[in-house]
């Protein structure tokens, strides 16, 4: 059984930065596609960012200059960082570990972020 954890999330005020990770239980380069999903009350689930196992990268539209994904594989560990941060972002945040894009894959059990006007 693989598990995620994510930490990091938090309240904080609109144009502040905030440093989401999740540590993976076993090796991630078994996993090629590693991603950051959110929920937001009400919402469904989106995609805000994704990276392979070869460092490329993808993300949401409403993101994009804000965020950045990263990974680490010899800590099995991804990150987030979030920048420009706004009440918008406001969700539960979840990390996901697939091998391909289509992959039920695992996820964490999400971690809230809470941005104020």
């Known amino acids: 059984q693989v598990q995620l954890v994510e930490s990091g999330g938090g309240l904080v005020q609109a144009g502040e930065s905030l440093r989401l990770s999740c540590v993976v239980s076993?090796?991630?380069?078994?996993?090629?596609?590693m991603g950051w999903y959110r929920q937001a009350p009400g919402k469904q689930r989106e995609l805000v960012a994704s990276?392979?196992?070869?460092?490329?990268?993808n993300y949401a539209d409403s993101v994009k200059g804000r965020f950045t994904i990263s990974r680490d594989n010899v800590k099995n560990m991804v990150y987030l960082q979030m920048d420009s941060l706004k009440p918008d972002d406001t969700a539960v945040y979840y990390c996901s570990a697939k091998r391909w894009p289509g992959d039920l894959g695992y996820w964490g059990q999400g971690t809230q972020v809470t941005v104020s006007s």
């Open positions: 990276i392979t196992s070869g460092g490329s990268t």
């Open positions: 076993r090796s991630i380069f078994s996993f090629n596609l």
